[in-house]
């Protein structure tokens, strides 16, 4: 979760104080500008790290029209997977994007299609999931092919949804291909922008457009309606008992547990009694692993995942107890730490184990999940209703650990002595020193420490260790940058 943030300049928005109070702010500034640092750099660091959740941009279409390369083009990398197989996995459906100064994150639905189920219900699949975590949606159309069958099912379910929509019209190499563009004006979204994803062409004005559309925010507001339920995601790969677990704490069947294949419904978030408390379960049963899905199943469950995450506060990673840690289990926590949400471990069918087993499953959750040993754990058996009433407590803890800011006085008192104790270790002749920090955000903490040098990783994880041990913060995910002071700034 940490980085190294570098000066950033072109940044057009206003400088704010991340969740600096004006007093604290001003003291924080006359301390940097002490320091050596530029105030600019200090405005941006702490603008940067002091962001809330990302807004989310979903790329879709059908197969081969060029969403991965265009994905790619976005990111600015070569992550999102190109050749697009059957039975490819992905380990990542979302990824951090930046234009124009802001942030934001890209939902990749690739174009995994599977045959037995037809290319209108795969694509229509993907579109659902994808469209339910997005702000906004870039849907792109193949312009040399133009607008097929497919593509005006994609159309309507856009218009169900009523997100704001920016069509790409990609494969247009040049001003000979506009003409082809043109022609996507009777799809009825608005203007085609005319993109060739390979090579760049136009992805500039697209993306303009993109940012026009795009909120700042998430629509979703984390939490601050007066009494308003908290936004519980409970994810975890299929087969694991999610469905059988809600329909237990809800007290009655609310979720059906074995759908007909290649049905697509709308989502539904459950209003959720538990522990004298009005909780809203983010609905993520509509994936199972069918036999004729097996390939496919993997990366569905990863972009329903993502679409539940996206909408939720905390997440509560179901792992079946009985069974090995998986890759896919790991793969899952992970997805849920990288977004930034609070974080619980429930083990179910605890009820079903033996000794041996239990025995076992300690050492494979100190090696396969060390990395998220902060995160609360309860045992429950969703079958029995077991401990089930110990999810509220876990659950709130880790909300607590979210929302948990530590004044900068007290954190720079912290680091003082932290870097006296332990200072960094001696590298190529030169010790980087931390001078000071501030926790810009929360939701989860965002920390933002100012250095004479590099930090390592390993130094980072130490304070980040550290932090942990001196305030707490259980349940929730750290994210540590450090701003390097320039050496044209440097005072003695």
Same mark, same amino acid.
């Given at each position: 979760?940490?980085?190294?943030?570098?000066?950033?300049?072109?940044?057009?928005?206003?400088?704010?104080?991340?969740?600096?109070?004006?007093?604290?702010?001003?003291?924080?500034?006359?301390?940097?500008?002490?320091?050596?640092?530029?105030?600019?750099?200090?405005?941006?660091?702490?603008?940067?790290?002091?962001?809330?959740?990302?807004?989310? *941009?979903?790329?879709? =279409?059908? #197969?081969? @029209?060029?969403?991965?390369?265009? +994905?790619?083009?976005?990111? !600015?990398?070569?992550? %999102?997977?190109?050749?697009?197989?059957?039975?490819?996995?992905?380990?990542?459906?979302?990824?951090?994007?930046?234009?124009?100064?802001?942030?934001?994150?890209?939902?990749?639905?690739?174009?995994?299609?599977?045959?037995?189920?037809?290319?209108?219900?795969?694509?229509?699949?993907?579109?659902?999931?994808?469209?339910?975590?997005?702000?906004?949606?870039?849907?792109?159309?193949?312009?040399?092919?133009?607008?097929?069958?497919?593509?005006?099912?994609?159309?309507?379910? *856009?218009?169900?949804? =009523?997100? #704001?929509? @920016?069509?790409?019209?990609?494969? +247009?190499?040049?001003?000979? !291909?506009?003409?082809? %563009?043109?022609?996507?004006?009777?799809?009825?979204?608005?203007?085609?922008?005319?993109?060739?994803?390979?090579?760049?062409?136009?992805?500039?004005?697209?993306?303009?457009?993109?940012?026009?559309?795009?909120?700042?925010?998430?629509?979703?507001?984390?939490?601050?309606?007066?009494?308003?339920?908290?936004?519980?995601?409970?994810?975890?790969?299929?087969?694991?008992?999610?469905?059988?677990?809600?329909?237990?704490?809800?007290?009655?069947?609310?979720?059906?547990?074995?759908?007909?294949?290649?049905?697509?419904?709308?989502?539904?978030?459950?209003?959720?009694?538990?522990?004298?408390?009005?909780?809203?379960?983010?609905?993520?049963?509509?994936?199972?692993?069918?036999?004729?899905?097996?390939?496919?199943?993997?990366?569905?469950?990863?972009?329903?995942?993502?679409?539940?995450?996206?909408?939720?506060?905390?997440?509560?990673?179901?792992?079946?107890?009985?069974?090995?840690?998986?890759?896919?289990?790991?793969?899952?926590?992970?997805?849920?730490?990288?977004?930034?949400?609070?974080?619980?471990?429930?083990?179910?069918?605890?009820?079903?184990?033996?000794?041996?087993?239990?025995?076992?499953?300690?050492?494979?959750?100190?090696?396969?999940?060390?990395?998220?040993?902060?995160a609360p754990r309860v045992n429950v058996s969703a079958r029995t209703g077991r401990h089930v009433?110990?999810?509220?407590?876990?659950?709130?803890?880790?909300?607590?650990?979210?929302?948990?800011?530590?004044?900068?006085?007290?954190?720079?008192?912290?680091?003082?002595?932290?870097?006296?104790?332990?200072?960094?270790?001696?590298?190529?002749?030169?010790?980087?020193?931390?001078?000071?920090?501030?926790?810009?955000?929360?939701?989860?903490?965002?920390?933002?420490?100012?250095?004479?040098?590099?930090?390592?990783?390993?130094?980072?994880?130490?304070?980040?260790?550290?932090?942990?041990?001196?305030?707490?913060?259980?349940?929730?995910?750290?994210?540590?940058?450090?701003?390097?002071?320039?050496?044209?700034?440097?005072?003695?």
């Amino acid at each position: 979760m940490n980085d190294h943030s570098q000066p950033d300049g072109s940044a057009k928005h206003e400088h704010d104080h991340g969740a600096l109070g004006d007093a604290e702010y001003a003291e924080f500034m006359e301390l940097a500008a002490e320091e050596g640092f530029e105030r600019e750099d200090v405005e941006g660091a702490i603008e940067a790290a002091g962001h809330g959740p990302l807004p989310v *941009l979903a790329v879709i =279409g059908r #197969p081969n @029209v060029g969403k991965s390369t265009l +994905v790619n083009r976005i990111i !600015g990398r070569r992550e %999102a997977v190109v050749e697009d197989k059957p039975g490819v996995t992905r380990d990542r459906v979302t990824y951090e994007a930046e234009w124009a100064g802001r942030r934001f994150k890209v939902v990749d639905t690739g174009g995994w299609e599977q045959d037995v189920l037809g290319i209108d219900a795969s694509v229509a699949a993907q579109a659902e999931y994808a469209i339910e975590a997005a702000d906004a949606v870039v849907f792109v159309v193949d312009a040399k092919v133009g607008a097929t069958d497919t593509d005006e099912a994609v159309v309507r379910l *856009l218009r169900k949804a =009523g997100k #704001p929509v @920016v069509l790409c019209a990609n494969k +247009v190499d040049g001003p000979s !291909g506009e003409a082809d %563009a043109a022609y996507l004006w009777s799809l009825g979204l608005g203007e085609p922008y005319p993109v060739s994803a390979l090579h760049g062409r136009g992805t500039g004005d697209m993306l303009d457009q993109v940012l026009e559309v795009l909120p700042d925010a998430p629509a979703q507001t984390f939490g601050t309606a007066v009494g308003g339920p908290r936004r519980v995601a409970l994810i975890g790969r299929p087969n694991v008992g999610k469905s059988s677990l809600l329909n237990k704490v809800a007290g009655e069947e609310r979720v059906v547990v074995n759908e007909l294949a290649g049905t697509t419904r709308d989502p539904v978030d459950e209003l959720i009694e538990l522990g004298g408390k009005t909780w809203k379960f983010v609905d993520t049963a509509g994936i199972r692993k069918r036999v004729h899905l097996q390939q496919g199943a993997d990366y569905y469950a990863s972009l329903r995942t993502a679409a539940a995450v996206e909408k939720a506060e905390v997440a509560v990673v179901l792992i079946d107890a009985s069974e090995s840690i998986s890759v896919q289990d790991q793969r899952i926590v992970t997805m849920a730490v990288e977004a930034g949400r609070a974080l619980v471990l429930a083990f179910n069918k605890w009820d079903t184990l033996d000794e041996e087993r239990r025995y076992y499953l300690e050492r494979e959750i100190e090696t396969e999940l060390g990395q998220v040993a902060w995160a609360p754990r309860v045992n429950v058996s969703a079958r029995t209703g077991r401990h089930v009433e110990k999810l509220v407590p876990a659950i709130e803890t880790a909300l607590a650990g979210w929302e948990t800011r530590v004044p900068t006085g007290r954190l720079n008192s912290f680091l003082g002595e932290l870097v006296a104790a332990h200072p960094h270790p001696v590298r190529g002749g030169k010790q980087p020193r931390i001078l000071f920090g501030t926790q810009a955000g929360t939701k989860p903490p965002r920390f933002v420490l100012f250095a004479t040098g590099f930090i390592e990783a390993g130094y980072r994880r130490f304070i980040e260790r550290r932090l942990r041990e001196e305030f707490g913060f259980e349940g929730t995910p750290i994210h540590i940058s450090v701003r390097v002071r320039e050496r044209r700034g440097k005072k003695k």
